[in-house]
């Protein structure tokens, strides 16, 4: 779709542990889940924001890059 515009920025998932939860979140004047995906162990996802996605939510234990910086997400400072 080549009328759709992009902003260009790239969020890469990587599961730390089986059944992590991405879920993509819509933009206007109401937030909307739109789209789930659900990775396992080493499995990895890159995903990018969108006219219609404004939001990524990331349930459980992953390594989040993107060109902000790297984070762990669901990690306790144990696990860090």
Known sequence: MADTPVSGEYV???ALEDGVSIIGLT???TTKFHHSEK???GEVMIAQFTAHTSAI???G???VLTGHGRLRAGADEENK
């Open 12 to 14: 890469i998932v990587k």
């Open 27 to 29: 933009r206007g004047e």
């Open 39 to 41: 990775l396992d162990r």
């Open 57 to 59: 939510k990331i349930r």
């Open 61 to 63: 234990a992953a390594e």
